[in-house]
């Protein structure tokens, strides 16, 4: 009875489908890993050289930003206008991770893309 229904599959072309819903589809990602790395951010010269180093070694940064902040208020506007220009030139992201009392910041290259829940 089995070689009939085989036989009848193969005719009717339903073996091929089979097969291909058989097959693996296997994701290789372009970089094999990614370093997260975790900085304080205490000028805009750290701020300029952690956004160099997304965009060259593709990996995201976590920056903490309350020293930044509470030392060089100036400097700090103008930080957030280089990381609009970032994202805009660059398509990469940032998410603000934590508020109350801490600006806790996450940079990400293009290639990673993060997903607000």
Do not use: H, W
Request: include cysteine.
């Amino acid at each position: 009875m089995k070689d009939i229904m085989d036989s009848l599959k193969k005719n009717l072309g339903l073996e091929e489908t089979r097969q291909k819903e058989d097959q693996e589809t296997i994701i290789i990602p372009e970089q094999s890993f990614y370093e997260i790395i975790l900085t304080k951010v205490n000028n805009l010269d750290d701020f300029i050289d952690a956004l160099q180093q997304i965009e060259e070694e593709k990996n995201p940064i976590i920056m903490d930003l309350t020293n930044f902040e509470k030392n060089v208020p100036e400097d700090f506007q103008v930080a957030g206008e280089k990381l609009k220009a970032f994202r805009d030139s660059t398509g990469g992201e940032a998410i603000l991770l934590c508020k109350n009392g801490k600006n806790v910041i996450i940079v990400t290259p293009p290639e990673i893309k993060l997903i607000r829940k």
